[in-house]
């Protein structure tokens, strides 16, 4: 996205490509809050595929490095915005995308076909799978977010060394 913000080990891995300084990203880094390591256990009250996505999600977090205590109810909203958008599914599947408003015709006293809508359901899946989207994207848990994310791994590598390290060239980086 156009003028975002890295965050500043984004800028330190990179070699300091706002130019800010080495000494001062340093500085902000060291200031920065970090937040504990581990998920919490699953909340009693998710259920089915809500319980099943926590599990998958908070797995994968944990393999990236990025399960922090504080992001529970961030991956709270994402299971339960796909659990949301997996019934709504299931509803459409069942009754289709369209709803018929019928009628009495006065001539004939059949049934008619009046109108014809979307399913409300349609609507509340868009807006699961909206929130769904969202919530991942913040995680990393899609493709395009996890270009976005630099993740260290190595935890034993010195600050002086990684900043004082040159730039790879963009071209080699994939």
Request: glycine letters at 6%; hydrophobic letters at 40%; charged letters at 30%.
């Amino acid at each position: 996205m156009r003028g975002r913000r890295s965050p500043t080990a984004v800028q330190v891995a990179q070699g300091d490509p706002r130019k800010i300084g080495k000494r001062k990203l340093a500085e902000k880094l060291a200031s920065e809050p970090s937040a504990t390591r581990g998920l919490p256990d699953c909340p009693s009250y998710l259920n089915g595929r809500a319980r099943a996505a926590w599990g998958f999600w908070a797995a994968e977090l944990a393999d990236m490095n990025l399960d922090k205590r504080p992001d529970a109810m961030m991956l709270e909203g994402a299971c339960v915005a796909y659990a949301a958008a997996r019934e709504c599914e299931e509803l459409i599947a069942q009754q289709g995308r369209f709803i018929a408003k019928r009628a009495v015709d006065k001539k004939t006293g059949d049934l008619v076909v009046i109108d014809v809508k979307t399913h409300p359901a349609c609507v509340q899946a868009n807006v699961a799978w909206s929130l769904m989207r969202s919530f991942c994207g913040e995680f990393g848990l899609s493709p395009v977010s996890r270009t976005r994310l630099s993740v260290d791994t190595s935890e034993t590598e010195d600050l002086m060394e990684i900043l004082t390290r040159p730039r790879a060239s963009r071209a080699i980086v994939q």
